[in-house]
């Protein structure tokens, strides 16, 4: 796995990245492309995702204890053309790219330039490492955006696969959420498997399967009362 939304990493690099695992006979490459620290794909139809949300003001230093920051800017992005030379490259290799954009959490990058997505949360890119309580709003808007991203990834990806992270997923700022009622699910907690649901199900229409870390298990898709 390469995680380059905390910290962006040049074509060339991922490219080399790429060489080195097929050197040592790896054949699937989990690329973690978003979190709260940095957005690191274009989507159409949604501009500041690159304007705003690839660029963090500073980054941490050491461990959280510490509370100390560089203070330079950081960011970057991979264009369509980016990407679909990364999985070229990595498919002559016999390599196989699975894409990562984590959802419902680690979106504060997203919400960031996009406030509409999230809860009244007003602040920037995160700088600091850790769990992010600011999350979607899964309204219907939330999810249109999460269904063009998806949309997005699969015409670059020709991966089965799709990640979709669903780790470390906070319930706090859906406490009042409307969709709890609107769904009729028996609370806040409940939220995370139906929208994993809801992904699952679209990925399902393009002909992918979901992909995302243990929390998903644990959540489950809830049945409506």
Not at 19 to 42: C, M, P, S, Y
Request: charge should be negative.
């Amino acid at each position: 796995m390469l995680d380059v939304a905390r910290h962006f990493m040049s074509v060339a690099d991922v490219l080399r990245f790429i060489d080195l695992a097929a050197f040592h006979k790896l054949n699937v490459l989990h690329l973690h492309l978003t979190d709260d620290q940095g957005w690191r794909i274009e989507v159409p139809g949604w501009p500041r995702l690159t304007s705003v949300a690839a660029w963090r003001p500073a980054t941490m230093l050491g461990s959280r204890v510490h509370g100390r920051y560089d203070e330079r800017p950081h960011g970057g992005f991979y264009t369509a053309d980016d990407l679909r030379e990364i999985v070229a490259y990595a498919a002559e290799r016999w390599v196989t790219v699975v894409p990562e954009v984590d959802m419902p959490g680690h979106m504060q990058a997203a919400i960031a330039a996009y406030p509409a997505l999230g809860n009244g949360f007003a602040g920037g890119v995160r700088t600091g490492w850790g769990i992010s309580t600011h999350v979607l709003n899964l309204s219907d808007e939330s999810l249109s955006f999460c269904q063009d991203v998806l949309s997005f990834v699969c015409s670059i990806f020709p991966s089965p696969l799709i990640g979709i992270g669903g780790d470390e997923c906070p319930a706090d700022e859906w406490a009042s959420s409307p969709v709890v009622a609107r769904e009729g699910l028996r609370g806040p907690a409940e939220l995370q498997g139906w929208f994993t649901g809801r992904m699952a199900g679209y990925l399902a229409g393009l002909g992918r399967q979901v992909f995302g870390w243990d929390e998903l298990l644990a959540f489950g898709v809830p049945k409506k009362r």
